[in-house]
């Protein structure tokens, strides 16, 4: 399940974005102005932020606590798609370092 909320998470966001850039090309400032252009888009972006935010503290933390190695990649995920799929990225990536980890501590 994890690996399709993956697949959804990093193509879904991008087909919404795709138009766009078709249209306007690769402008920052105005991909910005245009997100921001009402104050409830503010809002949505404010939510994205802080839930960004305290996705990349909640992967260093547990990260470091299970000992999983491969941290980095949710959070490359995070700064180049977003939540949407950093985060079913983490969970699948900590499933696997659980499963590993139950199979040879029963060895």
Do not use: K
Request: aromatic share 8%; glycine share 4%; with cysteine.
């Amino acid at each position: 399940m994890y690996l399709v909320l993956c697949l959804l998470g990093g193509v879904l966001p991008f087909t919404q974005l795709a138009p766009w850039l078709d249209q306007h090309g690769l402008q920052p400032l105005l991909l910005l102005q245009t997100a921001l252009a009402t104050p409830v888009a503010a809002f949505a972006w404010a939510d994205v932020l802080l839930s960004a935010i305290t996705l990349a503290v909640f992967i260093m933390v547990e990260s470091r606590r299970i000992g999983m190695r491969q941290w980095w990649l949710p959070l490359l995920a995070l700064l180049c798609v977003g939540v949407s799929l950093a985060l079913p990225l983490f969970l699948l990536l900590r499933e696997r370092h659980s499963s590993v980890n139950s199979a040879l501590s029963m060895h």
